[in-house]
C-alpha cells in the first residue's frame, strides 16, 4: 500500500487557475467601479459622523470639565468663607467670652466689696450693742452691789473684815 500525501498548497488544475484568477480581478475592478462610489461615500460619511460624533464628545467633555473646575473653585471658595466665617465667629466667641468673665469678675468684686461693708457696719453695730450690754449690765451690778452693800449688817460685816485685815497686817509687820 502506497500512502498518499496531500499537497494542500499544489494546485491542481493551473490552466483553470489563471482564468478564475482573470475572472476574480475582473469582478474586483467591476465592484470596485460600480460600487467604488457608493462605498467611498459611505466610508467617508461615516468617517465625517465618527468625526462629528468625537468632536461633540470632546466638547461635551471639555464642557464637563470646564462645569467641574468650575464647581472646584466654588467649593474652594466656598471652604474659604467658611472658614473665614468660623475665624470670625471664634473671635467673636472669644471677645464674648471675655467680656462676660470681666463682667462676672466685676459682680463678684462688688459683691464682696458690699458684704465687706456690710460686715463692717455690722461690726460696728454689734460693738455698739456690746458697750451698751456691758454698761447696763455694769449698772446692774453696781446697783445691786449697792443695794447688798447698803444695809446694816453688810456694813458691819465690811467693818469687821476690815478691821480684821489691818490687825493681820499690823501683826505682820511687828512680826
Do not use: C, W
Not at 43 to 55: L, V
Not at 95 to 108: C, D, G, L, Q
Amino acid at each position: 500500500m502506497q500512502h498518499l500525501i496531500i499537497n494542500p498548497f499544489e494546485i491542481e488544475f493551473p490552466d483553470r487557475t489563471i482564468s478564475i484568477l482573470l475572472g476574480f480581478i475582473l469582478l474586483v475592478l467591476i465592484i470596485v467601479r460600480l460600487a467604488g462610489p457608493m462605498i467611498s461615500s459611505f466610508f467617508k460619511e461615516r468617517t465625517r459622523t465618527i468625526s462629528d460624533s468625537y468632536d461633540k464628545a470632546e466638547q461635551v467633555y471639555n464642557e464637563a470639565k470646564q462645569v467641574r473646575d468650575e464647581y472646584a473653585d466654588r467649593l474652594a471658595s466656598i471652604d474659604r468663607e467658611y472658614r473665614a466665617r468660623l475665624d470670625v465667629a471664634q473671635r467673636e466667641a472669644e471677645e464674648v467670652s471675655t467680656r462676660i468673665m470681666n463682667e462676672a469678675k466685676e459682680a463678684v468684686e462688688e459683691l464682696r466689696r458690699k458684704a465687706e461693708e456690710e460686715i463692717a457696719r455690722e461690726r460696728a453695730k454689734q460693738r455698739i450693742l456690746l458697750r451698751q450690754k456691758t454698761v447696763q449690765l455694769t449698772l446692774e451690778a453696781a446697783e445691786n452691789s449697792f443695794r447688798d452693800l447698803n444695809n446694816d449688817k453688810a456694813q458691819r460685816a465690811l467693818i469687821q473684815n476690815f478691821v480684821a485685815l489691818a490687825a493681820q497686817t499690823q501683826n505682820r509687820e511687828n512680826a
